[in-house]
């Protein structure tokens, strides 16, 4: 069987890793998996680059021009939203024409225009499309937050100054739908969260929705003796260390509002805490933090395994999430997790179990839950039950043969 994967880049964000990291595996399980992107990062000779360095710039900017134009010249929500306007054609290359099954996955920013998504719907191929957000059924959107004009036609879009029942979203929800009934689409979300929402849209209703979650190699993932972990990366051994990882930390929807105010409300109990902070950004919190921290600076994923093994919970903050790599890669490692109820976040964190769900935006559960987690809790259990977790549910071997079922469907 012979599957083209389609993805802005290969490792470039967690959406790009997801796609890759099924590629290896689906290779690795008997499939002749390829993938094809706008950015090629690594060094993989089964991903192939597609589009002249100038056309990807200008499919870009010319995308986020005709947002700045159309939305009043405003910058406010500038990337918060895609209309796909433009893209690169992927139909003729040979890993298309050769392709049973084309699987798409995260695809903006210049990557498919919405007249290609319904070339390729028209190519007669089968289509799966792992949704990584909720681009795919909404009108231009990521993540609709709590507004649900999706489930109607969009229009009156709150990311647009001049919003209106006839605004680009609802232009855009329509184009969408026009391209949709080129083909039959099989919608893949990574949570039953993710799932939820898109049976709710009318872009999907003429297609399938199903779940399987994203994989992760637990080859790579694995938990490794704290001790010497943290003597190697002169982190002290009598600290309790909580670790946040981000690509960019200042980014708002990673929530370090509420990590901040959590530090501070832990401030007032006696404690060892360390933070630890990996990501672009990182001395930025730093300074907001009200216990000791140290920023690690951008550290890319394949260098991430000592990170993980040398804390002793990992928070994730975020407001706004869907499956999160950080956590299933942390909890591979044996590390317990604390984040808030939102999402697909307590999917993977089992609350008492491998580690803490806090409620929506309170930072004094935040607090509350790391505190449980390095003073309360039984960390050797917390510990084997968050690995278990990752072996049973997210595997790469078992999501593999979970595709490959439903390829063959």
């Not at 790579?220 to 982190?235: G, H, Q, T």
């Not at 559960?365 to 510990?383: I, R, V």
């Amino acid at each position: 069987m012979n599957v083209l994967i389609v993805s802005t880049s290969d490792i470039h964000g967690g959406a790009a890793i997801a796609a890759f990291r099924l590629m290896n595996a689906l290779n690795a399980n008997g499939v002749n998996a390829k993938m094809i992107v706008r950015e090629k990062l690594s060094g993989s000779d089964t991903v192939f680059q597609v589009g002249s360095e100038h056309k990807n710039k200008w499919n870009f900017y010319w995308e986020r021009g005709k947002i700045f134009l159309k939305n009043r010249l405003s910058r406010e929500n500038l990337f918060d939203i895609s209309i796909a306007n433009t893209g690169i054609s992927i139909t003729s290359p040979p890993e298309f024409t050769q392709a049973d099954v084309i699987h798409l996955h995260w695809n903006n920013q210049g990557m498919l225009s919405v007249d290609e998504i319904g070339k390729i719907l028209a190519s007669g191929k089968k289509i799966v499309w792992t949704m990584h957000d909720m681009w795919a059924f909404t009108g231009i959107c990521h993540h609709a937050g709590v507004c649900k004009n999706y489930e109607k036609s969009c229009g009156s879009c709150p990311y647009l100054v001049s919003a209106s029942q006839n605004d680009l979203s609802h232009q855009v929800f329509l184009k969408k739908q026009t391209a949709y009934k080129n083909g039959k689409i099989t919608f893949v979300a990574c949570s039953n969260w993710l799932k939820s929402l898109a049976e709710k849209s009318p872009l999907t209703k003429e297609h399938s929705v199903v779940t399987i979650p994203n994989p992760i190699d637990t080859r790579i993932y694995f938990p490794k003796d704290k001790s010497e972990v943290r003597k190697k990366m002169n982190l002290p051994d009598d600290k309790k260390i909580v670790l946040f990882a981000a690509v960019k930390t200042s980014d708002p929807r990673k929530g370090m509002e509420y990590l901040a105010k959590a530090s501070e409300i832990m401030a007032q109990h006696p404690n060892n805490v360390l933070f630890l902070i990996a990501g672009n950004n990182g001395k930025e919190l730093e300074k907001q933090l009200s216990l000791p921290a140290h920023s690690l600076g951008f550290i890319a994923p394949e260098n991430m395994l000592d990170v993980y093994n040398a804390a002793d919970v990992f928070v994730t903050p975020s407001l706004q999430e869907n499956l999160p790599n950080t956590i299933m890669e942390a909890m591979a490692c044996g590390t317990p997790c604390v984040g808030f109820d939102i999402g697909g976040i307590p999917e993977m964190i089992s609350h008492g179990k491998n580690g803490y769900v806090a409620t929506y935006k309170s930072a004094e559960e935040l607090a509350n839950g790391l505190l449980w987690t390095l003073y309360k809790a039984d960390s050797e259990t917390l510990s084997t039950n968050a690995r278990e977790k990752v072996l049973s549910e997210y595997a790469q071997e078992h999501i593999a043969k979970r595709y490959i079922e439903l390829y063959n469907a």
